[in-house]
């Protein structure tokens, strides 16, 4: 059957978001946080979900949650908007705003969806290439592009995702003066860098901040992100969302864990102590280029990225073979582990040498 008799030109031709399937002893591929919650406080977050009724529909606006989240990231109840992982709000945030052909500008390489979400809506996408030594922005011309009449949205992610590297205030702040678009700051992996971008909120209207607990906060399974921005955008962001986007589940787990900021703040300290503790071992490793991190996980390059990531693989490693992002030949990305993995993925850095 040819599927591109029903499905829209654009999508029909698209390659979408893909993740391969491999079994391992330690995962390290989805920059997911590697310390599970502990036993009594699941057992609480289980008894919560059973004592409701599971034939009722879930909080229509997560009302609850948003006040609790609204609490937790310091800033208005009505500032917040909560969605089924932020991903989801990714695509909201673009529905609500950009037409086809509208100019969304993309820094190179970055979080690969924004690419496939701007496909799907037939967007023009403009990218800006990353400083190719140590990806750093080239703000003159990422400030001229986004001043385009036509720019409707700019995406960056900080720290961005899969290099690692974060922007400064100063920067997005010379962005969000530059361009009369929206932009976007995915700040997925915010808890391992702590800058706060919400003090900007009261100077630029057309700032918006993107978090999730998938990745910090041990909860991916659950999905729930969530958008920090001025009143007015949330609700128009929000007409955009699909209605009951985060369920019965997810609203409780979250809700339990922000309960815990002492397990919170514990888990964040521990992997920034780990990152910290692996950095001077990493950068002198010959075989390899490791660059600096301000998030959970490393980008590697290597001299044969496909060699590398079946090196770690048969090791019972599964790393992320980035190698097919612009800008990353030979890359593979890794997130840090338990301090045990980690010193599994030393050894296996270590050995990459002979096999290269
Ligand atoms: C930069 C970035 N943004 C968003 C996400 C998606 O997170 P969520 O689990 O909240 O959908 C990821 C996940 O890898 C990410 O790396």
Known sequence: MDAGKYIRPNVHKMKGYHLGKFTCDIKLDQNENPFDLPDELKDTILAKI???????YPDYSSAKLTDKIAYFAGVEVDEVLVGHGSNSLILSTLLASVSSG?????TEPSFSLYEVFNQILSATIKTVQLDPNDFSLPLDTMCKMVASENVKMTILCSPNNPTGNAFSIEEIEKILVATSGL???DEAYQEFYQQNLTTLLPKYENLVILRTFSKALSMAGFRVG????RKELIAGIKK???????????QIAVDEILNHQ????DRIETIINERERLWPILKNLNSVKVYPSKANFFLVRTSDGKKAFQHFLD????VRDVSGYPGLKNCIRFNIGTPEENERVIDSLENLDKIL
Not at 102 to 106: H, R, S, W
Not at 240 to 250: E, G, K, L, R
């Open 226 to 229: 969530y958008l920090i921005a």
């Open 262 to 265: 002492e397990l919170i703040s």
């Open 183 to 185: 932009v976007l700051i």
């Open 315 to 318: 090791a019972g490693i599964l």
């Open 240 to 250: 955009a969302c699909v209605p009951y986007n985060t369920n019965i589940s997810a």
């Open 102 to 106: 509208d100019v969304v500008v993309l």
């Open 50 to 56: 059973k004592a409701v009724q599971w034939g009722r």
